[in-house]
């Protein structure tokens, strides 16, 4: 078993002492503008960059919906959830575990992606909703422009609003300007903005990285996925005002539950 890298350990109590100083930087990821793709993040939209099949058709009437987390036995009517998740994908690790073949131009070397937003999710205390009926509205290109520099791509910008943000009861417009307001509210830990080398850490210490940097934040209220023993997202549950963060029990056992994982480069 690898142990914890001194720098990684020592970063992370200087990024708990900066987040009771004020010092900790706010999430400014140098993402640049969109452009369609067929793949983006977890999906490989069937090698089209026509996304309409990313997400089954939704209908007009209340059907129950399952859950990776568990069934949640509730109609998925859009706007009745009980919180968000914002999920912030770390695209080094993504891009090394299969993402590179899905979305090459996220993945090229000089992208300089650290943590981007795979989606926003409204959420069941047990399982979630998705595909909702939302009227059939689709996105305009104003707002899908709103959210450069939010996605990583625009493809996933539309595939996330028709799975994800449909079910929120909102426009277009006002969920992407909550995806943006989420990712905002979340302040990355220095030691994982831009590390220009490996490092590896217990999925625990990441999390408390996080919660150092964020006031209110607490491991219980948040997830540290992993793939292939390397790190994959961190989750984090909202409350449906965004104005604080949350409990989420069956979000937090989801977490990766590997000793040590490494943390790739961004490159």
Known sequence: MRATSPAFAVACLLVAVSATTGGAQGFRNPLRPASDAPCVLDKCLNGSSDQSAAAPASTSRPVQTGSSFGGSGRSRQPGVFDFYVLALSWSPGFCDTGGDNKAPRQ??????????????????TRGFPSDCDSGNTSPTRAALDSVN??????????????????????????????????????????TLQSPSEPQTAAPLEIARAFTASNPGLRTDMMAVTCRQDELQEVRICFGKDLRGFVTCPEVSRAACRTQQITILPVR
């Open 107 to 124: 993945c090229a070397t000089g992208s300089n992606l650290g943590f981007v937003v795979h989606g926003l999710w409204p959420q069941y």
């Open 149 to 190: 520099g939010v996605y990583p791509d625009v493809g996933l910008a539309r595939y996330e609003w028709r799975k994800h943000g449909t079910c929120t009861g909102l426009s277009p417009t006002d969920y992407f300007a909550l995806v943006r307001r989420a990712r905002d509210a979340v302040t990355i830990p220095t």
